[in-house]
């Protein structure tokens, strides 16, 4: 299971906490391997963001779509994490921080 803490952020002040990391699960399986809204549109994305409470595969806020974030406003699942290859980090919504994988259960 991958224990998720604030990465430290230079632009924005020190301290902020992310309580969606330190009580997330363990990682759900993805429910696909593309966005599956953009692929009904014809597109194939590849900046992927996985949804850390449910598996929803959707694409990030730069793509035309903005699927993983539409995501989030019509659940309120918080944490996604990058699936593109190399990338490891998460990104809570509802805090705007920024994750990185930590070993232990750290201030979050």
Do not use: I, K
Not at 8 to 29: F, I, L, S
Not at 35 to 50: I, N, Q, S, T, W
Not at 61 to 76: I, L, M, R
């Amino acid at each position: 299971m991958t224990v998720w803490r604030v990465r430290p952020d230079g632009g924005r002040p020190q301290g902020r906490a992310c309580p969606h990391a330190a009580a997330a699960g363990p990682e759900p399986a993805p429910l696909s391997g593309a966005c599956l809204d953009c692929v009904a549109r014809g597109r194939h994305e590849r900046r992927l963001r996985l949804c850390l409470t449910c598996g929803h595969v959707g694409c990030s806020e730069s793509s035309p779509g903005a699927h993983a974030s539409a995501h989030y406003e019509s659940t309120g699942h918080p944490l996604v994490r990058s699936m593109e290859p190399g990338h490891q980090w998460a990104w809570c919504y509802a805090d705007e921080l920024f994750l990185e994988p930590g070993g232990g259960r750290g201030p979050a």
